[in-house]
């Protein structure tokens, strides 16, 4: 059974009138997932980061949103049109380029805290029984602190870790639900933001209930080749409309925006024609770029999980990543790896 990608058909079938989505972005993405759900397809709350047309009913800024993520990484969106370009009703179904779940990027770009201040649960950590504190630091893969005073300084250094991995995706962790579940055994709990607990200790209140009388089927994504892939993620994130001080960065690396430019097109025009693998790419349209995304690919408060959840929504999950920069880095003898 085929997605319905006209409005007018998805109304329908959610039993919510077009008219009535704008301002109701989370009712009417719950109910696609429950009366026209995708296999896969799971719920996600966040912000919106893109153009909001001063016409539309939304203030400009990030937007609280919600929205669905289908099992390939894509996003489906019944109501960005009513931010981007209202009385223009469209399912958006495509790249994340303007979502930011949980409000991880937004976090990571306040200013940090000051050197030694602290983080208002250092008392309760130094409170925790010790199978707690090891379960913990086992999620962390840390060592068990010795020294559990509140002021101590192994119970800073645990704090901070602890914060840090509340500021990461669950995919940059390497067991999401151990974390989640360690903290939570410790009366930590209300440190998670609720949408990341949901997702991880709860996917039945994110995803497709089981037993669902009809599943839809996805839209077909676009296919890529692996080059395509690469020129993509570079042509996104490697230009001044992502990256705004991106020419003075460029001139400390011994390059003009020009430099970058062709050296952009020059790839993106090879990908149309040439070979699928990245083994295939002429070096010398990789060098120039394999020196410039080493530097700047990524850096930046939150770019890294702007980079990976854009990645993953063209079908690289972060592990991929890593070897895909790898590969196209050894094609001109530089080391390139994401992770």
């Given amino acids: 059974m085929h997605f319905p990608l006209e409005p007018e058909a998805l109304a329908l079938e959610i039993d919510i009138p077009v008219e009535s989505w704008p301002l109701n972005c989370h009712g009417v993405a719950e109910a696609v997932l429950q009366k026209a759900p995708v296999a896969g397809m799971r719920l996600a709350r966040g912000h919106y980061l893109g153009h909001v047309s001063p016409s539309s009913q939304y203030r400009g800024g990030p937007c609280q949103h919600s929205w669905l993520v289908l099992a390939d990484g894509r996003i489906l969106d019944p109501t960005r049109w009513a931010m981007e370009r209202p ?133 077909p994504a676009l296919e890529m080749t692996e080059a395509q892939k690469l020129a993509r993620i570079f042509c996104k994130f490697l230009i001044i409309e992502t990256r705004p001080a991106i020419e003075e960065e460029l001139e400390e690396l011994g390059y003009t925006l020009d430099d970058l430019y062709h050296a952009l097109d020059d790839l993106e025009c090879w990908t149309k024609h040439g070979e699928a693998r990245v083994e295939d790419i002429p070096a010398f349209l990789l060098t120039d770029l394999n020196v410039i995304s080493a530097d700047l690919l990524g850096r930046g408060f939150g770019q890294d999980i702007r980079v990976e959840r854009f990645a993953a929504s063209i079908g690289i999950d972060r592990a991929s990543l890593d070897d895909l920069l790898r590969r196209a880095g050894q094609r001109s003898g530089y080391c390139t790896g994401w992770l």
């Avoid at 949901?198 to 839809?216: L, S």
Wanted: proline share 8%; net charge negative; charged share 25%.
């Fill in 87 to 219: 009385g223009a009703p469209e399912i958006y179904i495509g790249e994340d380029d303007v979502y930011d779940e949980a409000g991880l990027e937004i976090g990571a770009r306040m200013m940090p805290r000051l050197p030694g201040s602290k983080l208002g649960f250092e008392d309760r950590l130094a409170q925790a029984d010790e199978s707690g504190i090891a379960t913990l630091c086992a999620s962390l893969g840390r060592k068990i602190p010795e020294d559990l005073t509140p002021e101590g300084a192994e119970i800073a250094r645990l704090a901070d870790a602890i914060h840090w991995a509340l500021k990461s995706p669950p995919e940059q962790l390497s067991d999401a639900a151990s974390f989640y579940g360690a903290l939570n055994a410790i009366g930590l709990k209300a440190l998670v933001k609720i949408d990341l607990w949901k997702r991880v200790m709860e996917p039945g209140t994110t995803g497709v209930r089981p037993g669902a009388n009809r599943i839809f089927d996805a839209p």
